[in-house]
């Protein structure tokens, strides 16, 4: 089930009634109803799929309790291992395999040697890689006894299928999202009115923002060859917007509904475009996907200790899996490694940490050095994107290639190919420009309108949320899935 | 808890209404400044879907507005007709495109499944009545509401950029065939082998043809049926004998030319059902002779089997 379709505009305020008005008093019943609406939100989709979660769950559940009761070193380690093959290895067959064979086929083929090889007719589960990360997880604090394992089969399910987060995140750890199934959840308005107003703002950034610059990108992208070197520019700009309204918008709306039902997810996305270095983009980027590598993979290796070598090794590694955790192509591989090469000065100069603050605090604008350092970043952050979007390593090339000619400083050529039509309205352009502002000027909020609800007319709120609503109505673009749905 | 219950319910019932308005104050304003008017010299329209927008080449047939629309099943074909019968009272005769495909179930999804809905809706709503809008809601309700939404949307946009024209003015023209589309779809239909009778009907698609014919009627225009040119490989022919079942029970009365056979080479075809611009042009040549020779239709209800087009 899509966020934004209407069957979501029905299913939510069924399961909000139902959760609320009807099994409140009991909080076993509570999250029995979370496990069955995830299920069905879920089911929508492809109900066969079902089954791995529910493997997932069953597996990890079994392997917490058995951690529980065991103190033989070795044998916590096995149960550990379990836990990690068993949901590496569902990952790895519906996302991974098909890559791996057609990567050893055309490796042996540059030596000489030709092999067949079958690839599997795989349909990818939605949002595999985000319940399998957060399971993991899981296994994994037990084993490190840095969190008790649950007894509660249902809370547990509950935590491994929450719905607003199951497909696209924030990944949840287990230590912030498991407990809050333990206790009785009580309703707060103004949770609730904050959960409704970061679902509309989020609904604004898939719906307005996300899908009309899919449009437009999608045909500068797959039309690459056809256009001025300025023009795929401007093609790898309307997709940086496209990728961050679609899966900030995502996770905004995820986080709003969970409010809704009282619970608190962390925040996934803290205005990433304003960061002043790669570092600070990415403490804003994909929070909760940049943390669990750091705390299971980054540290684990040895972090930012170390000689030089290590730190450089430990910086592409956690870069290169995260690229590939993103998908089964050599353009995120590509992608990860360019991160890191991006990363690796500010580290080894130890100017990471440099840019924690918001940026420009209590002022309006950036300062001229702030606002040179802001716009750098987005072009190096860009420019990555394009092998991010790019269909294969040829394309991404090719596109790179025809950026770097003469025609990059000629006026952006953006006419549709095949019918001459100009493809990006004037009113996109405006949209665009106005949600840069909204954002900006809500910097120091966990969302781009959070700091509404310090308005006090009752009447100019609304007249906020009515011109939002209204914005959706009319300037929505053509309905795409999100992207994230697909890592 | 209330408290939130009462707001969210008034917000909601203040943004329906809102959005209602939004939706009703340009359809309305569209209703009576839309433009379905044709050049003064329009004595003939060809109305139907693709197969028919693809034959007829109207720059190629004088006095002749080709009106067809790809992927339009007859329901919003007879809010077209009755908005251009309405403007444009000099027509004589209408020429509905009436082919198997036309008769299938497929017919139903071509009217309200979410695709061709949303493409249709936004620009017939405003000459939809009730009884209209409520066919499609009850079909596909969620479908119904997005289109509705893309109606407020194309609506606003019709008005700020005072664009009234509701016909188009060029028609569509396949390119010249892709030979390996042309010979695998051959190939394809070949595999298949015989055709298996199919009898499936769309009722809702007939009823518009019936609405369609009577409105014609009452405005005292000619009506000619006609089945455009197919390739001998297409598979619509599965449902030939309820295609003719269904002619003879209600249109027995109506014109009817049947180009489905005529003698047309595959470098005419642009896939199985379609005509190319090369078949387009001999056919359409031939269509104006033809009208030249027969000015009053009056004989027209003929069956043309052996026809054979020079397609230099």
């Known amino acids: 089930m899509l966020f934004n379709s209407i069957d979501f505009a029905v299913f939510l305020p069924i399961v909000f009634i139902l959760y609320w008005f009807v099994t409140q008093k009991h909080l076993l019943v509570q999250n029995l109803l979370i496990v069955f609406a995830s299920y069905l939100f879920y089911g929508w989709w492809d109900w066969r799929f079902l089954l791995l979660i529910f493997s997932s769950t069953v597996i990890d559940y079994f392997v917490g309790r058995g951690l529980a009761k065991q103190d033989i070193k070795a044998r916590r380690k096995a149960l550990l291992w379990t836990s990690i093959?068993?949901?590496?290895?569902?990952?790895?067959?519906?996302?991974?395999?098909?890559?791996?064979?057609?990567?050893?086929?055309?490796?042996?083929?540059?030596?000489?040697?030709?092999?067949?090889?079958?690839?599997?007719?795989?349909?990818?589960?939605?949002?595999?890689?985000?319940?399998?990360?957060?399971?993991?997880?899981?296994?994994?604090?037990?084993?490190?006894?840095?969190?008790?394992?649950?007894?509660?089969?249902?809370?547990?399910?509950?935590?491994?299928?929450?719905?607003?987060?199951?497909?696209?995140?924030?990944?949840?750890?287990?230590?912030?999202?498991?407990?809050?199934?333990?206790?009785?959840?009580?309703?707060?308005?103004?949770?609730?009115?904050?959960?409704?107003?970061?679902?509309?703002?989020?609904?604004?950034?898939?719906?307005?923002?996300?899908?009309?610059?899919?449009?437009?990108?999608?045909?500068?992208?797959?039309?690459?060859?056809?256009?001025?070197?300025?023009?795929?520019?401007?093609?790898?700009?309307?997709?940086?917007?496209?990728?961050?309204?679609?899966?900030?918008?995502?996770?905004?709306?995820?986080?709003?509904?969970?409010?809704?039902?009282?619970?608190?997810?962390?925040?996934?996305?803290?205005?990433?475009?304003?960061?002043?270095?790669?570092?600070?983009?990415?403490?804003?980027?994909?929070?909760?996907?940049?943390?669990?590598?750091?705390?299971?993979?980054?540290?684990?290796?040895?972090?930012?200790?170390g000689s030089i070598s290590m730190k450089v090794r430990n910086t592409f590694i956690i870069f290169i899996v995260s690229g590939f955790w993103h998908g089964a192509n050599w353009t995120f591989v590509v992608w990860g490694a360019l991160n890191a090469l991006y990363f690796l000065p500010l580290l080894l100069f130890n100017k990471n940490r440099v840019n924690i603050d918001t940026i420009a605090k209590n002022r309006l604008l950036p300062g001229f050095k702030e606002f040179i350092m802001i716009l750098f970043t987005f072009g190096l952050t860009v420019f990555a994107w394009i092998f991010f979007r790019a269909d294969s390593m040829e394309h991404a090339i090719s596109y790179i290639t025809n950026i770097f000619s003469s025609s990059l400083f000629s006026i952006p050529y953006i006419f549709e190919p095949d019918t001459g039509l100009p493809i990006l309205p004037k009113m996109i352009l405006l949209l665009i420009a106005l949600f840069v502002l909204v954002e900006w000027l809500g910097r120091d909020g966990q969302y781009g309108i959070s700091n509404v609800v310090k308005i006090r007319s009752r009447v100019f709120r609304w007249s906020i949320y009515l011109a939002i609503c209204f914005m959706i109505i009319l300037f929505h673009g053509k309905q795409q899935e999100f992207i994230y749905f697909q890592f | 808890m209330r408290q939130f219950v009462k707001l969210s319910l008034v917000f909601s019932l203040l943004l329906l209404v809102l959005t209602v308005l939004l939706i009703e104050v340009p359809e309305s304003y569209l209703e009576n400044r839309a433009s379905f008017k044709l050049p003064q010299d329009s004595k003939f329209i060809v109305i139907g879907h693709s197969h028919s927008e693809c034959s007829f080449n109207d720059t190629l047939i004088d006095d002749l507005r080709n009106l067809s629309g790809s992927g339009e099943s007859y329901f919003y074909t007879y809010l077209k007709t009755k908005q251009v019968l309405e403007q444009n009272p000099l027509i004589e005769t209408v020429f509905i495109e009436f082919t198997n495909n036309q008769v299938s179930p497929i017919m139903d999804d071509w009217t309200w499944d979410d695709e061709h809905m949303n493409h249709r809706y936004p620009k017939y709503s405003p000459f939809m009545n009730r009884k209209e809008k409520i066919t499609l809601a009850s079909n596909n309700f969620t479908g119904f509401i997005a289109s509705n939404f893309k109606t407020a949307k194309e609506g606003v946009g019709r008005i700020l950029s005072k664009d009234y024209q509701y016909i188009r003015e060029t028609p569509l023209s396949k390119p010249a065939s892709n030979e390996h589309i042309l010979d695998s779809l051959i190939l394809d239909a070949k595999k298949k082998g015989p055709l298996k009778k199919d009898s499936k009907l769309s009722e809702v698609n007939v009823d518009y043809l019936r609405k369609i014919v009577k409105l014609c009627k009452e405005n005292d225009k000619n009506i000619v049926l006609v089945r455009s040119p197919l390739h001998s490989s297409y598979r619509g022919y599965s449902n030939e004998s309820l295609y003719h079942k269904i002619r003879k029970k209600y249109f027995s009365d109506i014109n009817y030319l049947d180009f489905s056979s005529v003698s047309l080479d595959d470098s005419n075809f642009y896939d199985l059902e379609h005509l190319n611009e090369k078949g387009a042009k001999a056919f359409s040549l031939w269509f104006d002779a033809f009208l030249k020779k027969n000015p009053d239709l009056d004989s027209v209800n003929e069956v043309y089997l052996d026809l054979n087009l020079e397609t230099n």
Not at chain 1, 150 to 163: C, E, G, L, N, W
Not at chain 1, 177 to 202: C, H, T, V
Request: aromatic share 20%; hydrophobic share 45%; glycine share 6%.
């Open chain 1, 85 to 305: 093959v068993v949901n590496l290895g569902i990952l790895g067959v519906f996302k991974y395999y098909n890559f791996f064979v057609d990567s050893f086929v055309d490796m042996f083929s540059l030596f000489g040697m030709q092999m067949k090889a079958s690839s599997l007719d795989i349909i990818l589960p939605v949002g595999i890689s985000f319940y399998t990360f957060q399971t993991l997880s899981y296994s994994i604090d037990v084993y490190k006894r840095k969190l008790e394992p649950t007894k509660d089969f249902i809370a547990f399910s509950a935590f491994v299928s929450f719905f607003p987060q199951l497909v696209a995140g924030p990944i949840e750890r287990a230590s912030n999202l498991l407990p809050q199934f333990y206790k009785k959840r009580e309703f707060n308005y103004s949770k609730a009115i904050d959960g409704m107003r970061q679902i509309l703002w989020g609904l604004f950034k898939k719906i307005v923002i996300a899908d009309n610059c899919a449009e437009y990108a999608n045909i500068i992208f797959n039309n690459s060859a056809d256009y001025s070197g300025s023009a795929l520019v401007f093609g790898a700009v309307l997709f940086a917007f496209q990728i961050y309204g679609d899966f900030s918008g995502y996770s905004d709306i995820a986080i709003g509904t969970s409010k809704l039902f009282g619970f608190n997810l962390k925040q996934n996305f803290n205005f990433p475009y304003f960061s002043r270095d790669i570092a600070e983009f990415w403490r804003r980027w994909h929070i909760s996907l940049s943390s669990w590598f750091r705390d299971y993979l980054y540290i684990p290796l040895g972090g930012s200790r």
